[in-house]
């Protein structure tokens, strides 16, 4: 009996012992992650940012460009108009084939608009807003990684109690604080063991 | 003791071997992906082309004119960046009436390259096309017609994601009769079949209520409506506006309140144009729900803005017609290309969980939106307040 509760107490002290090294590990190996995510997501918010920047550039530049090429074209200036038309984009150039080529019922008032196919602005915005919205899932799952990794940092801290209970049984004398001791020791590694599971 | 060591041994092995299977199966960087695609559709090539036509007006120079084209070139644009697909978008004005919506409804369905078509409008504007469209084949999904018939099994390529009257009139009776406690209605509406069928459903609604409701004709296109607001009882308290105009509505409420009288307003859908039909304190019903009130739909709501510049909160419906006639697009793609026949048959089975309507958009074996209904807003300073 006496040897039983020996083997026990070294069974338990020996898993714990595994289970805290791996604790430790998983913390570290989730806090690495989170750094390695919170870059990312700054890149990738920087990135976002640069193509929406460059998406209003290029609207507002589209219509710049289209307004001086009307005026040129309605006041007959048939060099300004194709100097215009030299410095458009294709996406500018696409929209403004489109729209000459409908008929005048069935003609936005402007290119520059969602009934024109070749009009490319929506998806350079729904681009850019991609890109941010990827960015911010990244820092979502940096904060949880991180979230993650302080819990396993507190469950190995919680593993000590396993040592400290089964270390001070070999104190005592009396079985039945041995045993309590032990079941102590047993009980907070079977708990630690399953938010373990919990918290991977 | 060996088999007790053994034993032991064997327990602490299990529960390493936990570990170890907990070490395998999650990995550090978990990404949830969702999709609204079935999984059969993610076998398909990813690349699908096609072009989907919208008859919707955009030839006006009002921005109220543009908000459903505008609405489903975003949702197309949205729907090609999350599933690599080239689906473009084929438009057809319908800011001059019938007429330009048949001569549209004939042109897309010459278009072999069409695969399916949001729109029409109007209930009238599906009248006239319809029939047009039922014959070439190619599915329609109107994000606005509301009208009951329409789905009478005559169509048999229309769709709504909309509610339709027979939904919208007893929100209306139960505003009027149970909400605002009216003891006695006055119904007006003109001849536009969407109206006189509206009113037929209120009319109904309120009667079998027992209270008493008349009803008047007006003239969409009158701009003094004396003669009507002089038939109007004196102790009417709630007036129905089941109007195919806007603008017809907000004069008509003017010159009644110029001549003192002040009873509650309640307006059908058609007069859900903030910039058009405005007096404070007055009622509307829409069969769009604010977007800003779902998740998914306040995306969009941002996404629409960076976009246009502007807040449309109501776009809602043309969004989800054209995201359920690409995904039905995208469900039979073949070799890169989807097509009119392969929507055709996929329609009545396309789903879309979640959507910016904040519910699944489903249909029905009539082609009507699965729970759909309306809803009640209150006109406010500058602004729609939710009611009901």
Not at chain 1, 66 to 80: E, H, N
Not at chain 2, 64 to 79: E, G, K, P
Not at chain 2, 278 to 302: H, K, Q, W
Request: proline share 4%; charged share 20%.
């Amino acid at each position: 009996m006496h040897s039983w509760w020996n083997v026990s107490l070294a069974v338990i002290l020996g898993v714990a012992a595994i289970v805290a090294g791996i604790t430790a590990w998983r913390g570290t190996v989730l806090n690495g992650h989170a750094v390695e995510n919170f870059t990312l997501s700054t890149q990738s918010t920087n990135n976002a940012n640069t193509l929406a920047q460059d998406a209003e550039r290029t609207i507002n530049t589209q219509r710049t460009l289209y307004l001086d090429y009307q005026q040129a074209v309605d006041a007959g200036d048939a060099k300004l108009a194709a100097m215009a038309y030299s410095m458009m984009d294709t996406g500018t150039r696409s929209a403004i084939e489109w729209w000459d080529e409908q008929p005048t019922g069935n003609r936005p008032p402007t290119p520059f608009s969602s009934a024109n196919p070749g009009w490319p602005a929506p998806s350079l915005v729904i681009d850019a807003r991609s890109t941010l919205d990827e960015a911010e899932a990244q820092l979502e799952l940096a904060n949880d990684e991180l979230a993650k990794s302080h819990s396993l940092e507190l469950l190995a801290a919680l593993l000590t109690i396993t040592f400290l209970a089964g270390g001070l049984s070999g104190v005592f004398q009396s079985e039945s604080a041995k045993r309590a001791l032990v079941a102590a020791s047993g009980g907070t590694l079977v708990v630690c063991l399953i938010a373990l599971v919990f918290m991977w | 003791m060996r088999r007790a060591l053994m034993a032991v041994g064997g327990v602490a092995m299990a529960a390493l071997v936990a570990i170890g299977v907990g070490c395998g199966s999650s990995g550090g960087s978990d990404t949830a992906t969702t999709t609204t695609v079935g999984a059969a559709a993610e076998a398909i090539i990813k690349a699908c082309t096609g072009k989907i036509g919208v008859i919707a007006p955009f030839a006006g120079t009002e921005a109220t004119d543009a908000i459903q084209m505008n609405w489903a070139r975003v949702s197309l644009d949205n729907f090609n960046r999350d599933h690599g697909t080239d689906f473009r978008v084929e438009p057809m004005d319908s800011s001059r009436g019938t007429a330009q919506v048949k001569a549209a409804a004939r042109a897309l369905a010459a278009n072999e390259d069409v695969v399916g078509v949001v729109g029409p409008q109007t209930s009238n504007e599906v009248l006239a096309a319809g029939p047009i469209m039922d014959a070439a084949k190619l599915a329609y999904v109107s994000p606005s017609a509301t009208n009951v018939s329409l789905t009478d099994g005559s169509l048999k390529g229309f769709y709504r994601v909309v509610a339709n009257d027979s939904v919208q009139a007893p929100a209306i009776g139960r505003l009027a009769v149970d909400d605002l406690k009216g003891k006695k209605v006055v119904i007006l509406d003109d001849a536009d079949p969407y109206a006189t069928g509206l009113a037929d459903g209120v009319e109904q609604y309120v009667a079998k209520a027992g209270v008493p409701v008349t009803r008047q004709r007006i003239s969409a296109d009158a701009t003094d409506y004396s003669d009507v607001i002089t038939k109007v009882p004196a102790d009417a308290d709630v007036v129905v506006l089941s109007l195919s105009s806007a603008d017809a509505g907000q004069r008509i409420v003017k010159q009644m309140n110029a001549k003192g009288r002040e009873p509650s307003f309640i307006g059908g859908d058609a007069l859900f144009v903030i910039e058009r039909f405005n007096p404070v304190g007055a009622y509307v019903t829409s069969f769009t729900p604010d977007l800003r009130n779902a998740r998914a739909g306040e995306d969009v709501v941002r996404l629409y803005k960076a976009v246009f510049g502007e807040l449309a909160p109501f776009g809602g419906p043309a969004f989800s017609a054209m995201q359920v006639l690409a995904t039905a697009a995208l469900r039979t793609c073949k070799d890169g290309r989807a097509s009119r026949e392969g929507v055709w048959e996929a329609l009545p089975t396309t789903k879309i969980q979640e959507s910016v309507l904040g519910q699944d958009i489903e249909f029905t074996k009539d082609h009507e939106l699965k729970n759909g209904r309306f809803y009640v807003y209150r006109i406010g300073p500058d602004d729609y307040q939710f009611v009901n």
